[in-house]
């Protein structure tokens, strides 16, 4: 029996205690779907996906969506000040879509100014269409030169 590829691994629970609370290793991404996510263009993955990012910024852990389209009928909102990692298979085949009207449909809601580091949204294509101002929004950035 061959090792498993890095997605095959992405894509298996490491240990649950629940339905829906996983137990993962210290650095495992933590899959969307074992929080309720569906992805398949139709069903509302708000509460899903709200409750992934909040089990993932409070734990440390990178979240993973699988391939899918992952309809949002609210706004998700990231709020850390040490860094998030959210990712999917590629933008062509993994979306999260804004279905109602909001100023966002991922919003990184940091609590100051300052510098952030460790924020990473890759392998996803966010879209807002005609129902949110921003597609992807990040409050209190700041720079200086």
Request: proline share 5%; hydrophobic share 40%; charged share 10%.
């Amino acid at each position: 029996m061959s090792a498993p590829s890095p997605q095959e691994t992405l894509r298996r629970p490491i240990a649950t205690t629940s339905a829906t609370t996983p137990t993962a290793r210290v650095n495992a991404p933590v899959n969307a779907k074992w929080f309720g996510a569906v992805g398949d263009g139709t069903t509302d993955n708000a509460a899903a996906l709200q409750a992934a990012i909040d089990y993932c910024v409070a734990n440390a852990f990178s979240l993973y969506l699988p391939a899918g389209d992952y309809r949002t009928s609210a706004q998700l909102t990231i709020t850390s000040t040490s860094g998030f990692v959210l990712f999917g298979d590629g933008p062509a085949v993994t979306a999260i879509v804004g279905t109602a009207t909001m100023d966002a449909v991922l919003k990184l809601n940091l609590t100051s100014n300052g510098a952030y580091y460790g924020y990473d949204i890759s392998g996803i294509n966010v879209e807002g269409g005609s129902f949110a101002n921003y597609a992807v929004r990040a409050n209190h950035i700041a720079h200086s030169l």
